[in-house]
């Protein structure tokens, strides 16, 4: 069982993800914002106003350690659609 699911900021989804994931949820289908799809960074004037709003924002490896960070991806299949 999963959700396509993430929002606003990295730290904001990994905690709905750790909490479904307690609930039972057995993977992850990630949902990146418009910026994040279409390659833009999150400070890109093209970006203004859609970040975070359909989707988890991802600029960096940063953003991904967090957005995964105590999420033992090893025993579970990820989705990422873009």
Known sequence: IRTYAGHSTAQASNAL????????????????????QTGYDSDHVLARGEVGKVGVPVCHLGDMETLFDQIPLDQMNTSMTI
């Open 17 to 36: 993800y750790r909490s479904n994931l307690a609930r039972g949820q057995t993977g992850l289908s990630v949902a990146f914002d418009l910026p994040t």
